[in-house]
């Protein structure tokens, strides 16, 4: 996974513009926007990204960009290498086989993609307000988010904070960022773990 | 009503032209727009083959306005697109912004004051997607 913040607007370009008259955080969030490269994330962690619906998304097409070399180009599961990375191979391989034989029978790119597994690597361009930024950490930093998706929120907030450290010192999954988990029965109850991690992130 | 374009994210048509080749190229986002970023003539050679109907690649950027304006005619602009941010700064005056989708598909369907200072304002930022834009409104 590569994260790359590629452009953004500074609050300060808006603070300086108002002069003496100050609006707080929660009034700018919306007027701010933040542009990443997401690169080598699986398209199953695409997916869960676009049902975040206030964003703008440019994705690598399936139907454009044919699938070379699929084994070198997908996700792998910790949880897969470490129980059954066999197996796994063994249908990669064979998704591949069939995916290329396909092609070779003249099935266009946008059929023969059919039977791409979800581990397939996709890049993309993101871009978010400031205000949907702040909810999509909330929830994708969260302990219950999947794996792939919370590295890629963490790896994207880091950049954030980098770029806007007054604005986003507080962000992070809602429990850090309310001081009290939203998650009911769910809840994981390490919130003394997770403000630890996201006090130092960075 | 009067528009002042008081900030708007960096290479904003470069990132035009990165969402238009991140669709269907192998390459990065993040390459494309590193090597887009050195090479305006490409950009704009990539923007004269935009069709701006396909919204979504004008929409990686926001561009940010201090509007005069009455609540009157606030209203009347949401009314026509939700997509418009506003936050009140006082009697008179608004924060204002969109992204470069929002503007230029208010523009194209509100042949209006408002859409015409918007393009007006946005010239120097995006001013190979403006010239076409003129283009296609007369």
Redesign the interface.
């Known amino acids: 996974m590569k994260v790359e913040l590629l452009s953004h607007i500074l609050s300060d370009q808006i603070r300086s513009a108002l002069g003496e008259l100050e609006l707080p955080d929660v009034e700018l969030l919306p007027h701010l926007s933040f542009t990443f490269a997401v690169e080598e994330v699986s398209r199953s962690c695409s997916h869960q990204l676009i049902r975040h619906r206030l964003a703008s998304y440019s994705q690598q097409s399936q139907r454009f960009i044919a699938v070379r070399r699929l084994k070198e180009h997908t996700v792998v599961p910790e949880t897969v290498a470490d129980n059954a990375p066999q197996l796994f191979d063994a249908f990669i391989e064979a998704a591949s086989e069939t995916y290329q034989g396909l092609l070779e029978r003249g099935v266009p790119r946008e059929d023969a993609r059919f039977v791409l597994p979800n581990a397939t690597e996709t890049s993309l361009l993101v871009t978010m307000d400031g205000r949907a930024l702040l909810h999509f950490f909330g929830l994708r930093c969260c302990n219950r988010a999947q794996w792939e998706i919370r590295e890629l929120a963490d790896a994207m907030l880091v950049h954030v904070r980098a770029a806007e450290p007054g604005l986003y010192r507080g962000a992070g999954p809602y429990c850090y960022q309310l001081g009290r988990c939203l998650e009911g029965r769910f809840s994981c109850g390490k919130m003394q773990d997770v403000k630890e991690k996201y006090d130092h992130l960075a | 009503m009067k528009l002042?374009l008081?900030?708007?994210?960096?290479?904003v048509e470069a990132?035009v032209a990165?969402?238009?080749l991140?669709?269907?190229?192998?390459s990065?986002?993040?390459s494309i727009?590193h090597s887009l970023s050195k090479d305006p003539e490409r950009v704009d050679r990539l923007l004269g083959r935009l069709e701006v109907q396909h919204g979504?690649?004008l929409?990686?950027?926001?561009l940010?306005w201090?509007a005069e304006a009455s609540e009157g005619e606030v209203l009347g602009i949401l009314l026509k697109n939700r997509f418009f941010?506003f936050?009140r700064?006082?009697d008179s005056r608004w924060?204002l912004?969109s992204?470069l989708?929002t503007a230029i598909r208010y523009a194209q369907e509100n042949k209006d004051q408002f859409g015409r200072s918007l393009l007006e304002s946005i010239c120097d930022v995006v001013p190979t997607i403006v010239r076409d834009i003129r283009v296609r409104l007369l």
């Open positions: 002042e008081v900030a708007h994210n960096t290479g990132l990165t969402a238009m991140t669709t269907t190229s192998s990065r986002p993040s727009y979504s690649i929409g990686h950027n926001r940010c201090i941010s936050t700064l006082d924060l912004s992204n989708r």
